[in-house]
């Protein structure tokens, strides 16, 4: 009974963590997002100064670009531009051992998309955890979250594993799925 307990802190704790940590993370960016120095009201001399210096830049922008684009109107990246679905919240798995929770796997995850991804990507997010999170139980099923969590194979084996499973739910446009972190906790 103790033990149970324990867990429940520790899956709080954890959950907790990642909860405020997402929640600071957003703050800092957003105040990076709505403060540069300068004062933006309307009836603010440097508001104005500020959206018209903002459209030159905006304009010198563009015209840089198309300096940078090739014969055929696109630049060189174009069709390798890559983007990152990034998850809210680290992934808990619950390791397995004789009916009790032995240890946690606390993992952190980013999905590298290409071009091919639908545009409304967010939008599947819950069927991608859903996703992750079957598949990496399957794996702690499979006692690959033990001794050798991080050996080189190992990782092979999950990223394998978890792109496999994502490419289920969006098929086009997965190009790889990156491991951030990766961490057990023994009980």
């Known amino acids: 009974m103790k033990s ?20 600071m993370k957003s703050r800092k960016t957003d105040a990076a997002h709505n403060t540069d120095g300068h004062a933006k009201s309307k009836g603010d001399a440097h508001g104005k100064k500020d959206k018209k210096d903002k459209k030159k830049k ?20 174009d069709s390798d531009s890559i983007v990152y679905l990034k998850f809210k919240r680290q992934f808990v798995v619950p390791v397995m051992d004789k009916g009790r929770i032995d240890s946690l796997v606390i993992m952190n995850f980013n999905i590298e998309l290409n071009d091919d991804a ?13 996703a992750l999170m079957r598949d990496l139980l399957a794996l702690s099923n499979e006692n690959l979250f033990g ?9 092979e084996i999950i990223r ?28």
């Open 4 to 23: 149970i307990f324990t867990v429940i802190i520790l899956i709080f704790a954890v959950a907790g963590g990642g909860i405020a940590g997402d929640m």
């Open 58 to 77: 905006d304009k010198k922008d563009k015209k840089d670009k198309k300096d940078k684009k090739g014969k055929d109107g696109h630049s060189p990246n």
């Open 118 to 130: 639908p545009e409304n990507i967010y939008s599947y997010e819950p069927k991608l955890r859903d």
């Open 147 to 155: 001794d050798k969590l991080t050996s080189p194979e190992t990782y």
């Open 160 to 187: 394998d594993k978890l792109l496999s499973g994502t490419r289920g739910v969006v098929p086009d446009g997965i190009k790889d799925i990156l491991i951030l972190d990766i961490a057990r906790q023994d009980q």
